[in-house]
């Protein structure tokens, strides 16, 4: 059984670029989240995604975009790059109204 | 006042020391609680979740519950160095079931 996987596994932009990043959930889980986690803190959530839709965001702004796609993989988007973007980003599947998370291994990305 | 906190360590033991990690929460609401470990570089694994009060036991691993000081724990027995990570407990919250971190505790179990 597959667990979360995520890619790429590291990126490296310039400030400005956009990036998309991706996420196949855990077989049979139906809801993607979202976390970014800077060095030396914990994740903090960016949004989920349900049945195609955004059901919850965090305290990002609307440069960090999403997409879920009807075999439940997804994808973050993140456009205008800044400095403090770069970060640990991590996917998590859950079935929708269980409490149980796995993220995938994250896919690291630095802005210069 | 945060959400969750959580002492950020860094916390270091002897092999085979009990360890002892802990988080406090201010929401009473909270139902659920997790606790996940991390390796560096890593993503967050998930080692056991507890519903409401009480103990919950799996291996060498305890979670602990006390909703009326709003205080969890995570006993590790026996500590191994291949124990040594991060430890982050977090709670599931909100419809969706967001997931509202502590900062992590850093352990390293010394030989």
């Known amino acids: 059984d597959a667990g979360v996987t995520q890619s790429p596994t590291h990126l490296i932009k310039t400030r400005g670029q956009q990036v998309t990043l991706r996420c196949s959930p855990k077989s049979g889980h139906d809801t993607v989240s979202w976390y970014q986690q800077a060095l030396g803190q914990g994740p903090q959530f960016i949004f989920q995604y349900y049945e195609e839709e955004e059901r919850q965001r965090g305290n990002f702004p609307d440069r960090f975009s999403g997409h879920q796609f009807p075999n439940y993989s997804s994808e973050l988007n993140v456009n205008a790059l800044l400095l403090g973007d770069s970060a640990l980003y991590l996917c998590?599947?859950?079935?929708?109204?269980?409490?149980?998370?796995?993220f995938g291994p994250g896919t690291r990305l630095t802005v210069t | 006042q945060k959400e969750v906190e959580q002492d950020p360590g860094p916390l270091s033991v002897p092999e085979g020391a009990i360890v002892s990690l802990n988080c406090t929460y201010s929401?009473?609401?909270?139902?659920?609680f997790m606790w996940y470990r991390q390796y560096s570089r890593k993503g967050p694994e998930l080692l056991m979740y507890t519903y409401s009060s009480g103990n919950k036991e799996d291996g060498r691993f305890t979670a602990q519950v006390d909703k009326s000081s709003k205080y969890i724990s995570l006993f590790i027995r026996d500590s191994q160095p291949s124990d040594s990570a991060t430890y982050l407990c977090a709670i599931p919250a909100g419809g969706g079931n967001k997931l509202t971190f502590g900062t992590g505790t850093q352990l390293k179990v010394e030989l």
């Open positions: 929401n009473s609401a909270f139902q659920y």
């Open positions: 998590a599947s859950l079935l929708a109204g269980g409490p149980e998370q796995y």
